[in-house]
């Protein structure tokens, strides 16, 4: 069992950077694939970007590409995503999530199992 926990939303404008940081508890966290999701108004939660546990493989949404990075600490069992150069349409609520290794499937388009809170993320014109 793993619990996730954001912090590191905000408003921030155009062309401005965050970082988001992801809390998780648990002896397992190492094994586990981490992801971010986000979600907007009106549309579906879509993955951003994950990192598997080893952190040597990790994937973006294209839209992301060049401006977020994934990055993992096993040690401190922390997960965080740095975004840059923010637009507007980077405005969601961003989730950490965990997939359990024994999951069948890819990372990208399989079942993630653990969920945090989210956080809000708001990128002004």
């Known amino acids: 069992q793993v619990q996730l926990v954001e912090s590191g939303g905000g408003l921030v404008q155009t062309g401005g950077s965050l970082r988001l940081s992801c809390a998780a508890s648990g002896r397992t966290f190492s094994t586990y694939t981490m992801g971010w999701f986000r979600q907007a108004p009106g549309k579906e939660r879509e993955l951003v970007a994950a990192?598997?546990?080893?952190?040597?493989?990790?994937y973006y949404t294209d839209s992301v590409k060049g401006r977020f990075t994934i990055s993992r600490d096993n040690a401190k069992n922390m997960v965080y995503l740095q975004m840059n150069t923010l637009k507007p349409d980077d405005t969601a609520v961003y989730y950490c999530?965990?997939?359990?290794?024994?999951?069948?499937?890819?990372?990208?388009?399989?079942?993630?199992?653990?969920w945090g809170q989210g956080t809000q993320v708001t990128v002004s014109s």
């Open positions: 999530a965990g997939r359990d290794p024994s999951n069948s499937g890819n990372y990208i388009t399989g079942r993630y199992d653990y």
């Open positions: 990192i598997t546990w080893s952190g040597k493989s990790a």
